[in-house]
């Protein structure tokens, strides 16, 4: 996130921008130095605190390679064979090098393949996934987020088996996407490049290899096809269809999945949305079917392909369009009278946006005064808080909430949530009361998600935030220090956007969250003062 800026503006002098074309979906020429930057981000922690090794060198190194080779197509535009070169070369250092070959392959069972078998296999594998990642980056946060997606299942397999080098680079790779969706979601303020989309199919297929083929060799070997299943997919079935049509495999079209959600009329942000949930899918079934029979994983792959091709092609023969034209509704069964009395001048966002003021007030309210006891450390940062606010408030009072502000009223909201699940004293007489009022509040947000325009819209990444959050405290395998972790996640989740919803809806005569969170703020550090001094 820091190094992205700076890159924007030498983008910009170098002339790396990528320019709208037939093929393109932007209209505005967009920097495209966001793999330098990926790459810087998930190299610094390996050097931190990962071994110095031999592969770890290797590593450095092949990164190195990749990155070199993709900025220069970027900067100069190389030939795909020239670009086929520098990924052979980084893909031989891994795999005679750092030894990261797929030894084991379906439906053999604890058999290893002898060495002239397994080095080709393990060259062509990782080059097809390097450039099937490549091929994916046709939306904002596409292939960022889909590398996302398949990452995080690799950490959470890579986890029980204790292998903190593979955790530690995944993780690393994981958060720089993390920093570079925060400027390439749709509207993208800069692209990742060939460099950057290359960097993150290697490492993505590097890492797949690992954790199945070293880290836990009890997971079926199929299970890079399911992590890795969209990008796979998408490059077979174009591929297929531009052999079919007597086009070169490697010569560029609109055929992809992303241009076939287009072309049946998704918005830019729908189309990737749907590619998420496709994803998501997938590495679900990743972790779901983890230790099941290679014939099942397989089976179910082939089904899924099967599924998404079949669709597509039906959409596009009968000529479907997601924003055609819509069928007059029987007013006899709909009130349309009502519908487009809450639709006028947003009366439904703004009965959303008053129930939350409502509602935000009772939750801080109920868990400031009420919870059993506030420790002494909650008491203390909410005494510092509190002054900070005070200060903030004489000099700010007649302007919006500044990030400082914000970051005090979602850390309030930290502490109470926290309390609430851990020492809800009396409240934990009330918890059917508190969930109502959760699941009203969730349904405020929805609405908000919903009907707002300008003010209040949701993202793919708000997406990819909310999924990666609710999901992995809540797997059953997965063991958390903390009691109610998935469900205080939730909470928080659904807290923060609407307090989002109010911030970004508030009238002048609503300014209920600067006094919200002051009066939480003094209950939290007064309680926190008395429970250390008895």
């Not at 990782?126 to 490549?134: E, P, Q, S």
């Not at 609430?420 to 009203?440: E, K």
């Not at 405290?473 to 909470?491: E, F, T, Y």
């Not at 807290?495 to 300014?511: G, K």
């Amino acid at each position: 996130m820091v190094l992205i800026p700076p890159l924007v503006r030498v983008a910009e002098w170098l002339h790396m921008v990528d320019v709208p074309a037939a093929r393109k979906v932007h209209k505005a020429p967009v920097p495209r130095l966001g793999g330098v930057a990926m790459a810087i981000g998930a190299i610094l922690p390996l050097i931190m605190w990962a071994a110095i090794g031999s592969q770890m060198i290797a590593f450095l190194c092949v990164v190195a390679i990749i990155v070199f080779f993709g900025v220069w197509d970027d900067l100069k535009g190389i030939d795909y064979r020239l670009k086929f070169v520098g990924q052979i070369i980084a893909v031989l250092i891994v795999v005679l090098y750092s030894k990261v070959v797929v030894r084991y392959v379906p439906f053999l069972g604890l058999d290893p393949l002898p060495d002239y078998l397994a080095v080709p296999l393990t060259v062509f594998a990782l080059i097809g996934v390097t450039n099937a990642i490549n091929l994916a980056d046709g939306l904002d946060g596409l292939a960022g987020g889909i590398t996302l997606l398949s990452l995080g299942v690799i950490a959470i397999l890579s986890h029980p088996t204790g292998d903190v080098r593979l955790l530690l680079a995944t993780a690393s790779v994981v958060g720089s996407i993390v920093g570079f969706l925060r400027f390439n979601t749709y509207p993208a303020r800069i692209f990742m490049g060939d460099g950057g989309s290359q960097f993150l199919g290697f490492s993505a297929g590097v890492l797949a290899v690992m954790v199945t083929q070293e880290s836990n060799t009890a997971l079926s070997p199929v299970l890079p096809l399911i992590i890795l299943g969209l990008p796979i997919i998408d490059t077979l079935m174009v591929m297929s269809e531009r052999l079919y049509e007597g086009r070169s495999p490697f010569l560029p079209d609109k055929n992809h999945i992303h241009h076939k959600l287009l072309a049946l009329g998704f918005d830019h942000y729908e189309a990737v949305f749907v590619i998420y949930f496709l994803q998501s899918m997938l590495v679900a079934a990743a972790y779901v079917f983890r230790f099941e029979a290679d014939w099942l994983i397989l089976s179910l792959y082939g089904l899924f392909c099967v599924a998404l091709i079949g669709s597509l092609k039906v959409a596009m023969a009968a000529g479907w369009r997601r924003h055609g034209h819509r069928h007059r509704v029987d007013t006899r069964v709909v009130p349309l009278g009502w519908i487009q009395w809450l639709r006028k001048d947003q009366r439904i966002l703004k009965i959303a946006f008053r129930f939350a003021v409502v509602a935000i007030p009772c939750y801080f309210f109920l868990g400031a005064f009420f919870v059993e006891r506030v420790p002494g450390d909650i008491g203390a940062l909410a005494c510092v808080l509190l002054v900070l606010l005070l200060m903030l408030y004489f000099r700010y009072r007649h302007k919006p909430f500044n990030i400082v502000e914000r970051a005090c009223a979602y850390i309030a909201g930290i502490c109470v949530v926290y309390l609430v699940q851990v020492m809800p004293g009396p409240l934990a007489d009330f918890s059917l009361y508190r969930n109502i009022l959760f699941a009203a509040m969730t349904i405020a947000v929805a609405i908000g998600f919903r009907f707002s325009k300008e003010r209040f819209q949701i993202t793919t990444m708000d997406f990819l935030v909310i999924l990666v959050a609710m999901v992995v405290p809540n797997l059953p395998d997965i063991s958390l220090q903390a009691n109610h972790v998935g469900v205080s996640v939730a909470m928080l989740i659904v807290l923060f956007y609407a307090i989002e919803l109010v911030l970004n809806n508030t009238w002048r005569r609503w300014d209920v969250m600067r006094l919200t969170t002051c009066i939480t703020l003094a209950v939290l550090a007064l309680r926190g003062v008395i429970g250390a001094l008895a």
